[in-house]
C-alpha cells in the first residue's frame, strides 16, 4: 500500500511548538493519532502537538483551525499556534489579507498582522471575552478576593478559574522557583473539580505590570508558552486586584502582551511567530 507523504511545516510562538499542515492540500483521517505519533521527540518530529489548518465551516471566516495536543486530545484555542497560523498564511501567500478571520472551536478569532517588508514581525489576536467561573465575588470595578482552594497533594492552592475559550487555573505563589510544576500540574489538571482537565499557570508578580507565568498544559505537560494561559493569568491578575489591564507575561519560551480592554470586554494578545523548518513526512 501507497504511503501517503505530508509537507508540514514545525513554527514556534513564544517557544510553544506545533507541527503545521495545511489541509486544503492533505487530507489526514485521524489527526489524533497522528499527532501523537508526530509529537514525540525521540521517534517523531517532536513537539506539544498538531494544528490543521483548513477551509471554514462558516462564511463569516477566512480559514480554520484544529489543534490537537501531543497526547491526541483535541483543543479548542491556542493562542499562540493562531499568531503562527496568521505568519504562515501571509508568507507563503496562501492571502495577502492583514486581517484573518480565524474559525476555531471556541470561535471566530481576528488576526491582525504587523507586517514590514512582507515580513510578519508580529501578530496581535482578538482573544474575545474571558468568562470567569462566579462574576458575581467582583466588586462594580471588576476586582476581587475570593480565589479557590484546591488540595494537590501535600499542598494547597488557591486560584482563579478563567476560561479563554479552554478552561485555565491561575495560583499566584510567592516564588516561582520553589513550585514543582510537573508534580503539582500535573495534579491540578486532572483534579475532580474539572472533570474536563483543566490549564494549569502559576505566576509570580514581578512588578511594572510584569507577571512570570509558567504553564502545565492539559493533554501536553510543562510547555515553554501558551497563549490562552499568558491571556487567563492577564485576567486573573487583574480580577485580583495584582495587576493593571496591561500585562507582560513572561514565559519560559518568550514574552506576551496582553490587554484587556474595558469598552468592548475583549481580551488581546500580541506577540511573535517563528518558522523553525519544513519536512515530508509518510502516514
Request: proline residues 2%; charged residues 25%; contains cysteine.
Amino acid at each position: 500500500m501507497t504511503r501517503q507523504k505530508i509537507k508540514f511545516t514545525k513554527m514556534h510562538g513564544a517557544g510553544n511548538d506545533y507541527i503545521y499542515v495545511n489541509t486544503l492540500l492533505y487530507n489526514i483521517e485521524d489527526p489524533g493519532a497522528e499527532s501523537i505519533k508526530w509529537s514525540a521527540y525521540h521517534t517523531g518530529i517532536g513537539s506539544d502537538g498538531l494544528v490543521l489548518i483548513g477551509k471554514p465551516a462558516s462564511t463569516e471566516a477566512d480559514f480554520s483551525m484544529r489543534i490537537f495536543n501531543a497526547d491526541g486530545s483535541e483543543a479548542m484555542m491556542c493562542g499562540n499556534a493562531s499568531r503562527c497560523i496568521g505568519k504562515y498564511l501571509f508568507e507563503k501567500g496562501i492571502t495577502d489579507k492583514t486581517s484573518i478571520k480565524l474559525e476555531t472551536l471556541s470561535g471566530i478569532k481576528i488576526l491582525d498582522l504587523h507586517v514590514e517588508e512582507n515580513e510578519v514581525k508580529s501578530v496581535t489576536v482578538d482573544m474575545l471575552e474571558p468568562k470567569l467561573e462566579d462574576a458575581s465575588q467582583y466588586d462594580a470595578d471588576g476586582h476581587g478576593t475570593e480565589e479557590r482552594t484546591l488540595t494537590a497533594g501535600d499542598k494547597e492552592f488557591a486560584g482563579t478559574f478563567v476560561s479563554m475559550g479552554n478552561p485555565h487555573f491561575v495560583i499566584f505563589v510567592d516564588d516561582i522557583s520553589d513550585i514543582d510544576i510537573a508534580k503539582y500540574g500535573s495534579i491540578l489538571e486532572n483534579h475532580k473539580a474539572f472533570p474536563g482537565r483543566c490549564n494549569i499557570e502559576f505566576a509570580e508578580i514581578k512588578g511594572d505590570s510584569k507577571i512570570r507565568t509558567r504553564v502545565w498544559e492539559r493533554g501536553s505537560g510543562i510547555t515553554m508558552a501558551c497563549g490562552t494561559g499568558a491571556c487567563a493569568t492577564a485576567v486573573a491578575a487583574f480580577k485580583t486586584g495584582r495587576a493593571e489591564r496591561c500585562s507582560e507575561i513572561v514565559m519560559d519560551g518568550g514574552t506576551l502582551n496582553i490587554e484587556w480592554k474595558e469598552n468592548d470586554n475583549h481580551v488581546y494578545m500580541t506577540g511573535g511567530a517563528t518558522f523553525v523548518f519544513e519536512g515530508e513526512i509518510a502516514i
